[in-house]
Nanobody, 124 residues
């Protein structure tokens, strides 16, 4: 069983930045692929970014390329999502997730554990 706790969400003005954190339980965090997803009201949950177990490779959705950066600190069992140049379309609940095979998937079905989510609201 892996538990995930997201933090760092909040209210920010358009053009601003936030850094989300996701702390994971378990002694094998360094073997997990990690992903960030988001779900806006009335929309399906969508992939935002993913990072491999080693941190050497990361992947971003087209909608956030050049603005969001995923990173991880395996010593702290934590994955981060740095979000810059935020706009109102980024408003959503953001979730982190664990992919036990070490390689992040673009699809929700590829993940084994999910956090409870953290709200990000961007005002215009």
């Amino acid at each position: 069983q892996v538990q995930l706790v997201e933090s760092g969400g909040g209210l920010v003005q358009a053009g601003g930045s936030l850094r989300l954190s996701c702390a994971a339980s378990g002694r094998t965090f360094s073997s997990y692929g990690m992903g960030w997803f988001r779900q806006a009201p009335g929309k399906e949950r969508e992939f935002v970014a993913g990072i491999t177990w080693s941190g050497r490779h990361s992947y971003n959705a087209d909608s956030v390329k050049g603005r969001f950066t995923i990173s991880r600190d395996n010593a702290r069992n934590t994955v981060y999502l740095q979000m810059n140049s935020l706009n109102p379309e980024d408003t959503a609940v953001y979730y982190c997730a664990v992919d036990l095979d070490g390689i992040p998937d673009y699809a929700m079905g590829g993940y084994d554990y999910w956090g409870q989510g953290t709200q990000v609201t961007v005002s215009s």
